[in-house]
């Protein structure tokens, strides 16, 4: 019997330290990623990428964008909505995930776009007429060009750079990055480099008032 103890003892503490150790792991990764994202030009941000709210920032929101993805459609106005709320103190970061079919013509039109100073119009009606030309079973990328008139672009110089190698690149390099933070499924969202791991409005909006407490003291949250 004594030694039926010992042996269950020592079953619980080798359960035990395995628990332990995964979450000082979990830690320690969290902890570099954090670090990471304050660093300029990184995995997580790089000089490219379009950004809504102000620079100086203490919070910063990563999001890994697909425009064909219907997560992505129904969380656009609400991340827009979560960078107004807190009046200068939370900044978007967007990142280029083309996932879906037809999605790497969409984000070609959009870093186009953001070359002319129209980014924010250009994707908001790529995302409001996402069923138009990103339907799962059928995506019609040839239909964009029609749909992003009207929103301040010049159609010719954004076809030449949607179709350059410098655009091209930095798709790339977003897609890069989304594999080296282990971005799978889009949306994919980090806050000053901590990682939304229970995806939800309710979860994200939760995520960015504890950065925002962490980073301005009880008095910048947002309700």
């Given amino acids: 019997m004594k030694r039926q103890h010992i042996m269950a003892g020592s079953a619980i503490g080798l359960v035990l330290a395995f628990v332990v150790a995964v979450f000082g792991y979990s830690w320690l990764q969290e902890r570099r990623l954090v670090e990471l994202?304050?660093?300029?030009?990184?995995?997580?941000?790089?000089?490219?990428?379009?950004?809504?709210?102000?620079?100086?920032a203490k919070v910063r929101i990563v999001e890994f964008l697909d425009p064909a993805c219907e997560t992505c459609r129904a969380f656009y106005p609400l991340v827009k909505d979560i960078i107004d709320l807190n009046g200068g103190r939370v900044q978007l970061v967007v990142r280029y995930t083309p996932f879906h079919a037809g999605a790497d013509t969409a984000v070609a039109v959009m870093e186009a776009a953001r070359l002319q100073g129209v980014f924010w119009p250009v994707t908001q009606?790529?995302?409001?007429?996402?069923?138009?030309?990103?339907?799962?079973?059928?995506?019609r990328p040839d239909l964009i060009w029609n749909l992003v008139e009207g929103t301040g672009l010049n159609m010719r110089k954004a076809r030449e750079d949607a179709a350059s190698t410098v655009v091209r690149n930095r798709v790339e390099q977003d897609l890069a990055d989304a594999r080296a933070l282990g971005v799978t499924q889009t949306p994919g969202f980090f806050v000053n480099g901590r990682p939304l791991k229970r995806f939800g409005e309710k979860e994200l909006r939760e995520l960015v008032r504890e950065e925002v407490k962490r980073a301005y003291g009880q008095s910048g949250v947002a309700p």
């Fill in 37 to 56: 994202a304050a660093t300029p030009d990184s995995v997580f941000v790089r000089p490219h990428s379009p950004t809504y709210g102000p620079a100086d």
């Fill in 125 to 139: 009606r790529l995302v409001r007429d996402q069923r138009i030309w990103g339907a799962d079973h059928n995506p």
